[in-house]
């Protein structure tokens, strides 16, 4: 905020500060990313000046009452600076938190000619091509269903244990099972939260294991296997 007020009116947080703001990079080190409407403002201690003549009025908005770009600007201005990888990181974050709008990036697109972050940012939207996340309730059957086909041991599932709601419990073999949608489908504290869960309940004696959609889709005989090791349970020779 003090970046953005020092810059005069009109002023947005933007480019690698507005991704961090809008969670979907990390806090950047060095100078703070401000984009003002004008030619010549020079950049000063602290702060990276972005000039430019206009802003359109969707390509700004409030966080925390923070005057920032939206989403889509903000990946528009990342991608001119940005590596490639760390751009892709961004498109993910925002995918998987449902951010992403087709019809706001066409609109971007048009009225963006000449921005040299369009061309990166078509090209790594472009391989948003796989299949949509699944949703955690759809990975919960997928596993369960996967459990007792296999003839394993049904958990208990969505219970407190330690006062924590866990997905999937197996008591007899203090195992505890979470499905996660996505590695990448939290914010970072969200993400930070859940791993100190995870200690939380090591500490207090309890197996914890994360389970993805790519293992149940991609390696059940193995995730299987790994689950059979854990609960102990005798295999068929």
């Known amino acids: 905020m003090a970046a953005v007020l020092a810059c005069g009116q009109g002023a947005v947080l933007s480019h690698r500060a507005a991704a961090a703001l809008w969670d979907l990079r990390p806090i950047p080190s060095g100078p703070i990313d401000v984009t003002v409407i004008a030619r010549s403002r020079r950049s000063r201690k602290g702060i990276r000046v972005h000039n430019v003549g206009t802003l359109h009025d969707d390509d700004r908005t409030e966080i925390d009452r923070i005057p920032v770009t939206s989403l889509h600007r903000t990946l528009l201005d990342y991608a001119e600076h940005a590596r490639f990888q760390q751009l892709r990181h961004a498109i993910d974050a925002a995918a998987r938190r449902e951010l992403l709008d087709g019809r706001k990036?066409?609109?971007?697109?048009?009225?963006?000619?000449?921005?040299?972050?369009?061309?990166?940012?078509?090209?790594?939207?472009?391989?948003?091509?796989?299949?949509?996340?699944?949703?955690?309730?759809?990975?919960?059957?997928?596993?369960?269903?996967?459990?007792?086909?296999?003839?394993?041991?049904?958990?208990?599932?969505?219970?407190?244990?330690?006062?924590?709601?866990?997905?999937?419990?197996?008591?007899?073999?203090?195992?505890?099972?979470?499905?996660?949608?996505?590695?990448?489908?939290?914010?970072?504290?969200?993400?930070?939260?859940?791993?100190?869960?995870?200690?939380?309940?090591?500490?207090?004696?309890?197996?914890?294991?994360?389970?993805?959609?790519?293992?149940?889709?991609?390696?059940?005989?193995?995730?299987?296997?790994?689950?059979?090791?854990?609960?102990?349970?005798?295999?068929?020779?």
């Open 105 to 237: 990036l066409d609109a971007l697109y048009a009225r963006s000619h000449g921005h040299h972050g369009l061309r990166p940012l078509r090209s790594a939207v472009a391989e948003l091509n796989g299949p949509a996340p699944w949703t955690q309730s759809e990975l919960e059957r997928a596993f369960l269903a996967l459990i007792r086909d296999a003839g394993l041991p049904e958990p208990s599932t969505n219970v407190i244990v330690e006062g924590e709601l866990v997905d999937c419990f197996w008591p007899q073999a203090n195992l505890v099972v979470e499905i996660d949608s996505h590695e990448f489908h939290k914010s970072r504290a969200e993400f930070e939260a859940d791993r100190k869960r995870d200690v939380k309940l090591v500490v207090a004696g309890y197996r914890v294991i994360r389970v993805t959609q790519p293992r149940i889709e991609h390696e059940p005989e193995e995730l299987l296997s790994d689950l059979t090791a854990l609960l102990g349970v005798a295999t068929n020779p």
